[in-house]
């Protein structure tokens, strides 16, 4: 896949993230809606999280790639021991409408960030062609 085609499509993917997590707010007593949400959402993240490392690889400067694939997994082993604790405070002591949302909201903000920087290289590509051509 072409840079230009990972930074079109994570924004996306997180997006989508972003409207499956919104269907689990909205889906108490609604099982067709929670199994698309749970399947929208195990494609989205599954497809982006790839996406975000490889970007971050990229990115990296040669001599500190590994590094960075270390500090990546270890942000992902955090998240994944970590979040049911704190998933299970913020749903006993504000509720499980609170906890989808905040995690909605998270997931906005990581999109909002991915499309700042798809506009960032989109920005910089184009300034490099201008000068390319001048």
Known sequence: ?????ADRILP???????????GFHYS???PVIYAMGSL???ITYGLSYPLMQAEAVRVTAPQSR?????IFSLSYFLGLYFFPFAAGIVSVHLGYDTL???IAGLALLQTAIALLGYRMT????????ACNKG
């Open 1 to 5: 896949m072409s840079r230009g085609a």
């Open 12 to 22: 996306l993917l997180l997006g989508g993230m972003v409207i499956s997590l919104l």
């Open 28 to 30: 108490p007593g609604r």
């Open 40 to 42: 929208a959402t195990g």
């Open 66 to 70: 590994t590094l960075v694939q270390i």
């Open 100 to 102: 989808t949302l905040l």
């Open 122 to 129: 989109r920005r910089n590509t184009a300034s490099t062609v």
